[in-house]
Each structure stands twice: as structure tokens, then as C-alpha cells.
């Protein structure tokens, strides 16, 4: 059974770096093709992409977000961590991780199949 | 980025009827569309991948299909049950960086 869980503040100020963790369970990230990703979701609006990370050490970011953001894994400790610089009222929003239910990035397949509960991070002085 | 629109935006339904959302895409994206649901406070829940094949554990009342000019796409309830009134987003993966369009809602009518 797969299960995720996002970890981190719930509020930070503005400037500051966001550090959020994913603590997974019922899979590896040793494993070929394994992929976690992180989406989130701003109050009352869509869901949008940030980052991936997959078993290989490839990394994929957002474009629009790509300066601002890290993506790293600990294999030994199932967690990936993703980081968010510079922090602004306007990256208020839950954040997701999420389990990457299809292939590697070249083939396209990019589903999430498993979600953390996500958490809700508000950017506030 | 790859826009993908979603009509219509709210869906007012009630129990056991049919209904059909659709998302439209910028470009062509082949087959390379995912559809979710979510409720309040929860996370979503994948319906569908490859535009057409039914994740495991999801009922069968839930299909998607796609367009032979692969931009447009839609999924459908055959018969609306009370757990179904959510809101639902698509999501491409034919380009990076996969984008989601901005969500239909089904509430009762």
C-alpha cells in the first residue's frame, strides 16, 4: 500500500525559503522508474505542477517557478524534499506530493496515482 | 505551457443522471490526458490516464475518450452517484510542464 505525507511549517514570511518534506511508504525510490512529484493548489483555485524527481536522480521543474525551486530525495529515509525560495503571499496555497503512477518523463506518462494529504503552507508577515 | 480549458465550469446535476465534462487543449496532446476528482479539503483522486483507461478501484460508471485531432476530450458519469458531486480537473502530460485546467464542479442541483 502506497501512502505519502507532506511535512513542514504552516507559516512562513515573505523572502523566506519554504522547506517542504514527503515521507513515503509502499514504495522505492531506488526502483527504476519511480517518480515523486510535488503540485500544489492555492485556495479555491487549480492545481498546478512544480517538480518531479525520479528514481534516476533526474530532476524537472517548473518552468515559470524553476529558479526558486529544489528537489532532492533521501532514499534512505523515504522522504523527498522539496524547497521554494523567496516566498511571497501569493505561493500561499496546499501543497501535494505525489506518487508518479506512469513512466519516465521521456514517454509522457505523467499521472499521480497517490497523494499525500497535503499541507497548508500561508505566506504572511 | 499547454492550455487546457475545461467546460463547463460548475455542472448543477442531480443522482443518476448522465453527464459529460469536457476539457479542450491548446494544441494537440495525442492521448497524453489524466482526469481527477476531488472533494472539499481532500486530495484528488486519479480517475482515468491515457485519456481513456480507468484507474484500478475507480467504478465503471466513470469513462473517458478523447478526439481523433487529440485536442479535445471528455469524461463521463453514467449515472451520477452522491459520492460523485466533486470537482473534477484534466491534466496533460504530452508536454512539459504538465498543466491542469482549472476545474469543473458538480454539485446537486
Known amino acids: 500500500q502506497i501512502t505519502l505525507k507532506e511535512s513542514g511549517p504552516t507559516l512562513v514570511k515573505p523572502t523566506q525559503t519554504l522547506t517542504l518534506t514527503c515521507t513515503f511508504s509502499?514504495?522505492?525510490?531506488?526502483?527504476?522508474?519511480?517518480?515523486v512529484g510535488w503540485i500544489r493548489q492555492p485556495p479555491g483555485k487549480a492545481l498546478e505542477w512544480l517538480a518531479l524527481?525520479?528514481?534516476?536522480?533526474?530532476?524537472r521543474y517548473s518552468p515559470s517557478l524553476k529558479s526558486r525551486l529544489t528537489i532532492t530525495k533521501d532514499t534512505s529515509k523515504n522522504q523527498v524534499v522539496l524547497t521554494m525560495t523567496n516566498m511571497d503571499p501569493v505561493d500561499t496555497a496546499t501543497y501535494f506530493c505525489?506518487?508518479?503512477?506512469?513512466?519516465?518523463?521521456?514517454?509522457?506518462?505523467?499521472?499521480?496515482?497517490?497523494w499525500g494529504q497535503g499541507t497548508l503552507v500561508t505566506v504572511s508577515s | 505551457d499547454i492550455q487546457m480549458t475545461q467546460s463547463p465550469s460548475s455542472l448543477s446535476t442531480s443522482v443518476g443522471d448522465r453527464i459529460t465534462i469536457t476539457c479542450r487543449a491548446s494544441?494537440?496532446?495525442?492521448?497524453?490526458l489524466n482526469w481527477y476528482q476531488q472533494k472539499p479539503g481532500k486530495a484528488p483522486k486519479l480517475l482515468i490516464y491515457?485519456?481513456?483507461?480507468?484507474q484500478s478501484g475507480v467504478p465503471s460508471r466513470f469513462s473517458g475518450s478523447g478526439s481523433t485531432s487529440g485536442t479535445d476530450f471528455t469524461l463521463t458519469i453514467s449515472s451520477l452517484q452522491p459520492e460523485d458531486f466533486a470537482t473534477y480537473y484534466c491534466?496533460?502530460?504530452?508536454?512539459?510542464?504538465?498543466?491542469f485546467g482549472q476545474g469543473t464542479r458538480v454539485d446537486i442541483k
Open positions: 505525489a506518487h508518479n503512477g506512469g513512466s519516465y518523463w521521456g514517454a509522457r506518462e505523467i499521472y499521480f496515482d497517490y
Open positions: 509502499g514504495f522505492s525510490l531506488n526502483s527504476s522508474v519511480m517518480g
Open positions: 524527481i525520479y528514481w534516476n536522480d533526474d530532476k
Open positions: 494544441q494537440s496532446i495525442s492521448s497524453y
Open positions: 491515457a485519456a481513456s483507461s480507468l
Open positions: 491534466q496533460q502530460s504530452y508536454s512539459a510542464p504538465p498543466t
